[in-house]
């Protein structure tokens, strides 16, 4: 069935450096890619979403990249801030309009 | 935009009571709306989805009858917790899509709700 792989699952960084999250799918026909910030306790918020027909998107600190040969897709995050830690979570979602596949989450640590 | 409210944030009842969780969209209609479930530092793990008007679909080893979905408007989503017992605490959280976009329409969530049944 279809699948998301997160990677990886917790990650730290210092204040200023840049975060990189991993993810992968399974199923081919996924066209809708949303990313996810959750705080302790919050509702996921979607940050950044990317379409199956565009290779890369940027929205300030943040960027998403999407390599469809290979089934991949990454979030960039520039200059992070201790605000910036949370929980990640991609997800993909296929072209029929379906259910969203999550991955497993990254928790993101940004120390001062 | 997209503002998706839940309610309660927060129920503590007893083993056996049923609990009814809301779930409304804001300022758009929702065609779909999706209900999950999240235990502590994992992901978030769909239970079923329901579009207006029709009967939900409720993903593989999640109880039909034990957890009760109503999608009678464009705007609000009902999930009841039948007969709930300990093992039914989690943070149900439910999340809803409305119809312009197609297949890229963004999926917004509500601020979930944490169930504890004592």
């Known amino acids: 069935g279809e699948n998301v792989e997160q990677h990886p699952s917790t990650l730290s960084v210092q204040e200023g450096d840049s975060a990189v999250i991993k993810c992968t799918y399974s199923d081919s026909a996924s066209n809708y890619f949303p990313w996810y910030k959750q705080e302790l306790g919050k509702r996921p918020q979607l940050i950044i979403d990317i379409r199956s027909n565009v290779g890369e998107k940027k929205d300030q600190r943040i960027a998403v990249t999407l390599n469809k040969t290979a089934k991949h897709f990454s979030l960039h995050i520039t200059e992070t801030q201790p605000e910036d830690s949370a929980v990640y979570f991609c997800a993909a979602r296929n072209n029929q309009g379906g259910k969203l596949i999550f991955g497993q989450g990254t928790e993101l640590s940004v120390k001062p | ?118």
């Open chain 2, 1 to 118: 935009g997209a503002v998706v409210s839940q309610h309660p944030s927060w129920v503590i009842c007893k083993s056996g009571t049923s609990v009814k969780i809301e779930c409304r969209s804001l300022d758009f209609q929702a065609t779909t709306m999706f209900w999950y479930r999240q235990f502590p530092k994992q992901s978030l793990m769909l239970m079923a989805t329901s579009n207006e008007g029709s009967k939900a679909t409720y993903e593989q080893g999640v109880e039909k009858d034990k957890f009760l979905i109503n999608h009678a408007s464009l705007t609000l989503s009902t999930l009841t917790v039948t007969s709930a017992h300990p093992e039914d605490s989690s943070f149900y959280i439910c999340s809803a899509r409305g119809s312009t976009g197609g297949a890229y329409q963004p999926q917004h969530f509500g601020d979930g709700t944490r169930l504890s049944i004592l």
